[in-house]
């Protein structure tokens, strides 16, 4: 049942998982289901499991169920309906008239012709079809027959809901999620027993308490941290406007991640000078020099950036893009520098590999190992950041 | 099953739902699977699972999670510091493991002989492999005590409400076994019968006037943190306490502390607004 309407979901890249599909299934035997409406929020309740899919799920909803309330198989349900000599019996004068003077063709065209013109839900009235109306189309009218169209109230509904796509701004159509950033840091981790001895060596205590004849000797050891330090400098503005969405993952993956005994992170822009900044907006400056002194080189060091600028921002003095900076070391100096002091770096490039010929990126990537920052790039960086390069 | 024993929660005296909510809580109900809510904060995540209990008259039991929180706390802990130390100087028989098994949350849940409302509250502040840890009890309701050699499973499956703030992503194999709902932020419609549950006297001039201010203040984006349900609720208290004029209430938004709980918003606020408007 409704089997296309998995691939419909599928092909609008909603990841529906055969799982949710049999639970789904499950629902629509049990007959928790009576119309459209329900089944729209049902289905998306058993089947979407994040906001940002809504958007997706309607469309999808609409492709498929777009043609299921099409005025062609409500007409079938009304011929089934004047079938019925019964019903006919219930008809006024007037409607008999009415239906009498229209053959079958002619009705149909009638009511496809008043479900056009009709934009809204209708309760009363003599002409639209809808609730508590006098048309012969239409339920629970004054109209003694009072066709009800089956499944009418519910399911026209349930396809505008999902025409007017409200959940079109939770949608994000992810290269990399923060979670599977997180998953790819959390590697990083070693873990080292420090601290105060708080935790309870079970297998200690039993050697020990055995040796002590019987009588109790507790042992206690420290518990295991992870002893990994981070240091993040991020490549912001100007070129990197692009990926500004991706950085901000890694960023809050890491940030959020608290498998680390110390995270810092710095901006700069283009490349790295005299200073590094707090701040996105770079105004709050740290002196590089002083971070070398500070930061011991056992800090991973991940470097985030395009690393395509102008080679004299790279190559010369006085050379970075911001004029006030008069750096009087070149940029790959300053570079080298760093790449000297700490053990662990890898530089993560989100730039399409297509670009890295680029002769800036050439010679960064001769003093860190470059990688794109991609989920599988993020993991080979992560790779060369346990062994020492 | 039949379609009355279908629609069992239809809300509670106290707590507004919209349709879709209260459809996804029964499907969850009917399926025995485990209702993830999501939303911004203030739309009432922890509160569903009080109004579900209050509503269908079951106990409530609440596991909050934290940042340190491990998925086997909420089975059970085996405390075998307090049984060495027995074994030394009590005068338990130590022989009775089943004394220092503790159950936690889930295990307490399962082993209820009603049928109870669990509430998983923000599962996304623990450990992001904390859900995985969580797959196989959540889906069979029942896990195994090695250290007795008893299973304990579930005599009723309990009625199971997670909520997150998507702090963290949630792993999909967890997502799979979960039905989903996200509280959209109510429609002025819905937000007024919210507010009539709260004060079933207020004048309807105060009301909408209450209303309107704080809608618009909601469409500010500027806002760090912007004002939800919980807010405006205390909002309207204060305004009712204080007999504020109903004519006064949009102009100069009184109280405003009370709806902006961030000091950079009230700054923001005050610098951008409440001066233009004298």
């Known amino acids: 049942m409704f089997t296309d309407f998995f691939y419909i979901l599928r092909q609008n890249k909603v990841p529906v998982s055969l799982v949710e599909w049999m639970t789904l299934m499950e629902a629509l035997a049990k007959g928790h289901i009576h119309n459209l409406d329900e089944f729209y929020f049902l289905a998306r309740a058993i089947l979407v499991k994040s906001e940002a899919y809504y958007d997706q799920y309607d469309v999808a909803f609409q492709q498929y169920f777009q043609g299921v309330e099409s005025p062609e198989k409500i007409a079938e349900q009304v011929l089934e309906w004047l079938k019925d000599p019964l019903n006919r019996m219930f008809l006024s004068e007037e409607d008999h008239a009415l239906f009498n003077s229209m053959d079958f063709d002619q ?15 209708h309760d009363g009235g003599g002409y639209w079809i809808g609730r508590g109306g006098t048309s012969p189309f239409g339920h629970s009218g004054y109209h003694p027959a009072g066709i009800r169209i089956g499944g009418w109230s519910g399911g026209r509904h349930a396809v505008q809901i999902a025409q007017e796509r409200r959940f079109k701004n939770y949608r994000s159509d992810l290269t990399l999620d923060v979670r599977q950033i997180g998953m790819a840091l959390k590697k990083l981790r070693q873990l080292r027993r420090t601290g105060h001895e708080d935790e309870l060596d079970l297998e200690g205590t039993i050697k020990a308490t055995a040796k002590n004849a019987g009588d109790l000797d507790f042992i206690w050891q420290r518990s295991r941290k992870n002893t990994v330090k981070l240091l993040l400098l991020m490549d912001v503005g100007g070129s990197m406007e692009p990926f500004a969405m991706l950085c901000s993952q890694l960023f809050s993956a890491a940030h959020s991640s608290s498998h680390f005994k110390d ?51 790279l190559t010369e003095r006085y050379g970075a893009i911001n004029y006030y900076e008069r750096n009087e070391i070149p940029g790959i100096l300053w570079l080298k520098r760093i790449a000297d002091h700490f053990s662990h770096c890898v530089w993560l490039n989100p730039d399409d590999q297509r670009f890295w010929v680029h002769a800036t990126v050439q010679m960064i990537s001769r003093l860190f190992p470059m990688y794109p920052l991609t989920l599988e790039g993020l993991e080979r960086a992560v790779g060369k950041l346990v062994v020492k390069k | 099953m039949k379609k009355d024993s279908f629609n069992q929660f239809s809300g509670s005296e106290d707590y507004v739902t919209s349709e879709p909510l209260r459809n996804a809580v029964n499907v969850s109900i009917a399926l025995g ?35 340190t929180t491990k998925a086997q706390e909420g089975l059970y802990v085996y405390d ?12 338990k028989d130590i022989a009775d493991i089943k004394q220092y098994i503790k159950l936690g949350k889930l295990g307490q849940a399962f082993t209820s002989p009603e049928l109870v409302v669990l509430l998983i509250d923000e599962v996304d502040k623990a450990d992001i492999e904390f859900p995985n840890d969580l797959l196989n009890e959540l ?31 949630l792993p999909d194999a967890f997502l799979r076994r979960c039905i989903f709902h996200y509280i959209e932020f109510p429609t002025p419609e819905l937000m007024e019968e919210i507010v009539r549950v709260h004060f079933p006297d207020i004048k309807d001039n105060l009301l909408g006037e209450a209303l309107k201010a704080f809608y618009s203040l909601r469409e500010i984006d ?11 609720i205390d909002w309207i208290r204060a305004l009712i306490a204080g007999g504020i004029p109903h004519e006064n209430v949009s102009k100069q938004i009184p109280f405003i502390g009370t709806l902006l709980k961030k000091e950079t918003d009230y700054d923001y606020f005050v610098r951008n607004f409440a001066t233009r408007r004298w």
């Open chain 2, 139 to 169: 889906d069979e309701m029942s896990f195994y005590i090695p250290e007795t050699n008893e299973t304990v499973s579930a005599i009723h499956r309990p009625i199971t409400v997670i909520t997150s703030n998507a702090e963290k992503e």
């Open chain 2, 33 to 67: 699977r485990p209702l993830l809510v999501r939303g911004e904060a203030g739309t009432g995540k922890t509160l569903l699972a009080h109004s579900i209990a209050r509503g269908l008259e079951k106990k409530l039991i609440t596991w909050n999670i934290k940042s």
């Open chain 2, 80 to 91: 075998t510091v307090q049984r060495l130390n027995d074994s030394r100087f009590g005068d």
């Open chain 1, 107 to 121: 009705l149909i065209e009638e009511l496809e012709k008043r479900l056009r013109e009709q934009m809204e839900q």
């Open chain 2, 222 to 232: 500027d806002f760090r943190k912007k004002p939800s349900t919980s807010e405006l």
């Open chain 1, 263 to 313: 995270f810092q992170y710095y901006y700069f822009h283009n490349c790295i000078y005299d200073n590094l900044y707090r701040d996105i907006e770079r105004e709050e400056a740290v002196s590089t020099v002083h971070l070398l002194h500070t930061l011991e080189p056992d800090y991973k060091l991940l470097l985030v950036g395009d690393a395509r600028m102008g080679p004299w921002e």
